[in-house]
């Protein structure tokens, strides 16, 4: 039996990357992480922190680090595996999604561990 996936964020706010930094700024104290899309295509995704550190006038797209590795899964992959893809790709979030592609959460790589975790102390 698959153990599934913990979120830890599960508000995450999905924006076009049009959007401008200083109407977003209010926002992120209500989630970890904003998912940046173009239509229907997530092209990236910003902390917190990121957003406080950028000009107000910027775009999200343009803030968005270039080649940063952006990776979705549906929550019910192997914890282990999820942990190892992250640590592997050096990232610090995957998108959770839905079969349709739809943002569900984020997963932190603290998310991950635990998870892990919970999996082992489970066995």
């Given at each position: 039996?698959?153990l599934?996936v ?9 924006l076009?990357?049009e ?12 989630c970890?992480?904003?998912v940046?899309?173009e ?10 922190d990121?957003?406080?550190?950028a ?6 797209k343009?803030i968005i680090?270039k ?5 979705t ?14 640590v592997?790709?050096?990232?610090d979030?995957l ?11 984020a997963l ?5 561990l635990?998870?892990?975790?919970r999996m082992i102390?489970?066995?």
């Amino acid at each position: 039996m698959a153990l599934k996936v913990k979120l830890k964020h599960k508000n995450v706010l999905t924006l076009n990357g049009e959007e401008v930094v200083k109407n977003v700024k209010p926002l992120i104290s209500k989630c970890q992480v904003i998912v940046v899309t173009e239509g229907n295509k997530i092209i990236g995704y910003l902390t917190g922190d990121e957003i406080e550190k950028a000009n107000g006038e910027e775009k999200l797209k343009d803030i968005i680090k270039k080649g940063k590795s952006i990776l979705t899964i549906t929550g019910k992959e192997d914890p282990l595996e999820i942990l190892n893809l992250m640590v592997r790709s050096h990232i610090d979030y995957l998108i959770i999604v839905d079969e349709k592609g739809r943002v569900k959460g984020a997963l932190s790589i603290d998310d991950a561990l635990e998870n892990v975790k919970r999996m082992i102390k489970r066995d």
